[in-house]
């Protein structure tokens, strides 16, 4: 074989060799693009009846979830036990908070005849509240250890 006839059949296989690189580069960059953009596409809304966010230990940490007056969001220690309640009641809205042994103590929510601020014991039993009575008047009750009202004002 002449050494023309070898350089031309060499000059012809790189040739073929770059254009093969050159399509394999540009599907590579092709590909990564619409890897790209799909990944950086963020829907505008998301929904659902129920989110959760879990710790590394996989317990529930904080749910927002719907109810039968709207909804409710949910705040866990990390051993799982409810501390707060924030969400919606038939007159309104509501908060609620809880001690580590799983008792209500504090709580502002309304009610038919407007708010009401209760504030129990470490044992979840009522210390004091305050209320709009049916009158629209504010009254101030306090109660014993085990949840006896004591005083009542007006």
């Given at each position: 074989?002449?050494?023309d006839t070898r350089i031309e059949s060499l000059?012809?296989?790189?040739?073929?060799?770059?254009?093969?690189?050159?399509?394999?580069?540009?599907?590579?960059?092709?590909?990564?693009l619409l890897a790209a953009t799909s990944l950086q596409s963020i829907p505008d809304v998301v929904q659902a009846k129920k989110f959760e966010v879990v710790n590394d230990a996989g317990k529930v940490c904080a749910?927002?979830?719907t109810n039968a007056n709207g909804s409710q969001l949910k705040?866990?220690?990390?051993?799982g036990n409810l501390l707060a309640i924030?969400?919606?009641?038939?007159?309104?809205g509501e908060l609620f908070l809880s001690n580590t042994d799983?008792?209500?103590?504090?709580?502002?929510f309304a009610d038919t005849h407007g708010g009401v601020m209760l504030i129990s014991n470490k044992d979840g039993k009522r210390a004091a509240v305050v209320f709009a009575d049916k009158n629209g008047a504010g009254t101030?009750?306090?109660?014993?250890?085990?949840?006896v009202e004591t005083s009542r004002n007006p």
């Open positions: 074989m002449p050494d000059e012809t296989q790189v040739r073929t060799l770059k254009r093969m690189l050159f399509g394999v580069f540009g599907l590579v960059i092709v590909g990564g749910e927002l979830a705040m866990f220690n990390k051993d924030f969400g919606a009641n038939a007159n309104g799983d008792k209500q103590v504090a709580g502002i101030v009750a306090t109660s014993d250890g085990k949840g």
